[in-house]
């Protein structure tokens, strides 16, 4: 009897550890790991999202800090991938060649013995070509050296032409949309991502977009860019050139209010200043999205984290979202 206690609390063991898994956390999760754009900012890095759906982690943009935001949550950098690209304005892609070189190191947090995948509009294939045209030497020289694996820097580029489902994998469904971020700046796309019923739509860079409130219609969470100005700055030429590539809050909100997602929240500020006239704040951001908007709202942060369950999306600000 005694023997067969013990040996049953050792199976309920067993059962306890199989039952919890490593991390607690919702298998579909949504990690800002940049929130910012152009401008150098130590607490906003460049953009770049991170989709962790059942064991797959995707990328989405690469900007400057990706690598250290993913080193911070733990991620080791072999387990990253594929990237997806939403256009090729600096911001979004400086970060490539950080999280695909490093990630070939040989420490723990990197590792990579196979092909970094990048996928994206036209124009990505060039981009990485290139990328491994300027970066031979050291690929070269730490293959020699360090003994590192080839496959682990080789790159697998992929490109769509037009929107729809790009990527199917393991329940996981990424499907791209075009978006309106200028007439200079095309392609531009948008991405919607679906798991087990949950949907996210990241709405990459755009204005005001007929075909992001398509696509994000009902989602759960809806990641939108923003951009905004005091009415000082309304006059200066430059600005109003970049302002013309984005969404205005009331805009935004617009968009909000017609797609309905159980979340909205931002990512890629785009809130431009001058040495004598100030950014708008993150207050009156809000209150110019209100004006159009009164659904549920969020101003990311970097490493914010949404958990999406069947019925609702939880906030988790970093550091306690671990
Ligand atoms: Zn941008
Ligand atoms: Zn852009």
New binding site residues.
Partial sequence: MKWFLAFGAQILLIAITFATPARAQADFRVTLLGTG??PPLPDRFG?ATLVEAGDQKLLFDA?RGATIRLFQLKIPLRNVGPLFLT?F?S??VSGIPDIWLSGWLGAPWARRTTPFHVIGPVGTKELMTNLERAYAADIRIRIADENYPPEGVAVISEEFQKEGIIYEKNGIRVIAFEVDHGDAIKPTYGYRIEYKGRTVVISG?TRFSENVIKYATGVDLLIH?VAAIRPELENDAQVRRVMAHHTSPQEAGRVFSRARPKLAAYT?F?LLARPNVPSVTFAELTAQTRETYDGPLEIGEDLMAFEIDENRVTVKRWPSSK
Avoid: K, S
């Fill in positions: 754009a152009p953009p900007g256009h304005h911001d979004h860079d860019e890629h785009v």
